[in-house]
């Protein structure tokens, strides 16, 4: 099976600042996704990042606050920008070779927004 | 309609003994089930999974059990370890939307030696 691998596993950053969180996959993949994931909670989604296409967004997830790029089939980028104490969370990257297929994970990034 | 609830919220075990995990979906477009399995500092890791046009599915000390007119399956971990002790998301997704996976709340499993 194909390997994720996430960077940074965590950092800690100041308010107001933006921080870039870098997902690598060792083979070619279409649908990555990326979750926020608060202490304690579950996973929530936060877009679907597709090579050559504009990310999708869920309901409360803004393009301005999270900016994703997909750049090939094996590289992307979730940035937090203007991060705030609320934004203090694991970020995980995700990929499915195929709809309804197993889902691999990124081993996170742990953010803290002090 | 895309929640996915979960329960319980955690759940203490003696070795050898039965964990049983529970969710429960509205929507009925669902038709991937898949647990995960996650450890202190790592992403979830697929544990197992079942569609919709099966009731059971077995693999090795874990099993899924599937009641699609309850809309509701269960994760049954058998001669549970205390290796076992981790926390568990249910999720589904729907092929059609891309197949991004909605999760339920977790549980966290404890096994005691």
């Known amino acids: 099976s194909a390997v994720i691998s996430q960077k940074p596993s965590r950092d800690i950053c100041q308010r107001g600042t933006s921080l870039t969180i870098q997902c690598q996959v060792d083979s070619q993949v279409t649908m990555m996704f990326w979750y926020r994931q608060q202490p304690g909670q579950s996973l929530t989604l936060i877009a679907t990042a597709n090579q050559g296409s504009e990310a999708t967004y869920e309901s409360g997830f803004v393009i301005d606050k999270f900016p994703i790029s997909r750049p090939n089939l094996t590289f992307s980028t979730l940035t937090v920008s203007n991060m705030s104490p609320e934004d203090s969370s694991i970020y995980l990257c995700s990929f499915q070779g195929q709809p309804n297929t197993e889902a691999f994970f990124g081993q996170g990034t742990r953010l803290t927004v002090v | 309609q895309q929640q996915v609830k979960q329960s319980p919220q955690s759940l203490i075990v003696q070795k050898g003994g039965i964990s049983i995990i529970n969710c429960a979906y509205e929507n009925t477009a669902f038709d991937y089930f898949p647990w995960y399995q996650q450890f202190p500092g790592k992403g979830p890791a697929l544990l197992i999974a079942i569609r919709p046009d099966v009731s059971e599915k077995k693999e090795g000390r874990f099993t899924i059990s599937f009641n699609k007119s309850a809309k509701q399956f269960s994760l049954h971990i058998m001669d549970s370890q205390p290796g076992d002790s981790a926390t568990y998301f249910c999720?589904?997704?729907?092929?059609?939307?891309?197949?991004?996976?909605?999760f339920g709340q977790g549980t966290e499993l404890s096994v005691k030696p």
């Open positions: 999720a589904a997704s729907m092929g059609p939307l891309g197949g991004k996976l909605i």
